[in-house]
């Protein structure tokens, strides 16, 4: 099955600074990476996702870039906020994720200090 | 759409005793997944069905744990006999397989505390 490994456990950033988190996937058939915010009791949101056959996608603040070759896939956070503070999961799956599920990576805690 | 119910949001219980998790998925999604998240091990995928029928177990523990889902809009996950380290948040998440984004929606989570 699937393997993710993320990067790093935990990232402190100034406010203002931007955070990067990388994770990489093991299965070469996975064509679908979403990265999902989940702050402190709640939820897992989806933040932003991209598929296999898009190299970066931006959103606002925040980017995602994948390398297939390499099975890597990184977010970027640009300009954090306090609000920016959270645990951060990538994921990856191979049919979309909304037929078989997401296998996750074990996250990032963001801290962003004033 | 109320989103995601999970019921009971806290449930604290002895070992040994049974616990039975609810999940009421949005209306019209066709997938459902339960996951576990613990500080070591993250969220792990349990369990998913598509169309009320149970795909895939094979992130089940074990066979105190089984998972049920009588119609499209309810679904159950128990634990008997109950163990300290099932102790967790259980999530469930629903989707809708046609999706073109594949976005899985979160309940809240149930907090389950084993003594």
């Known amino acids: 099955g699937e393997n993710v490994e993320q990067h790093p456990s935990t990232l402190s950033v100034q406010e203002g600074d931007s955070a990067v988190i990388k994770c990489t996937y093991s299965?070469?058939?996975?064509?679908?990476f979403p990265w999902y915010k989940q702050e402190l009791g709640k939820r897992p949101q989806l933040i932003i996702d991209?598929?296999?056959?898009?190299g970066e996608k931006k959103d606002q603040r925040i980017a995602v870039t994948l390398n297939k070759t390499a099975k890597h896939f990184s977010l970027h956070i640009t300009e954090t906020q306090p609000e920016d503070s959270a645990v951060y999961f990538c994921a990856a799956s191979y049919s979309g994720g909304g037929a078989d599920g997401l296998t996750f990576g074990k996250g990032t805690h963001l801290i962003i200090q004033p | 759409d109320a989103g995601v119910i999970q019921s009971p949001r806290h449930e604290v219980t002895e070992m040994g005793q049974e616990v039975t998790l609810r999940c009421k998925p949005i209306s019209g999604h066709n997938s459902l997944f339960w996951y576990r998240q613990t500080m070591m091990r993250g969220l792990e995928l349990l369990i998913y069905?598509?169309?009320?029928?149970?795909?895939?177990d094979s992130g089940m523990p074990e066979d105190r744990f089984s998972a049920k889902m009588p119609n499209a809009s309810f679904s159950t996950l128990k634990i008997q006999p109950s163990e300290p380290r099932d102790s967790a948040v259980y999530f469930c998440?629903?989707?809708?397989?046609?999706?073109?984004?594949?976005?899985?929606?979160f309940g809240e989570g149930s907090r389950l505390t084993v003594l």
């Open positions: 069905f598509n169309n009320n029928v149970p795909i895939d």
């Open positions: 299965d070469s058939a996975s064509n679908y």
């Open positions: 991209i598929r296999s056959n898009v």
């Open positions: 998440a629903s989707s809708s397989s046609g999706s073109l984004t594949g976005e899985l929606f």
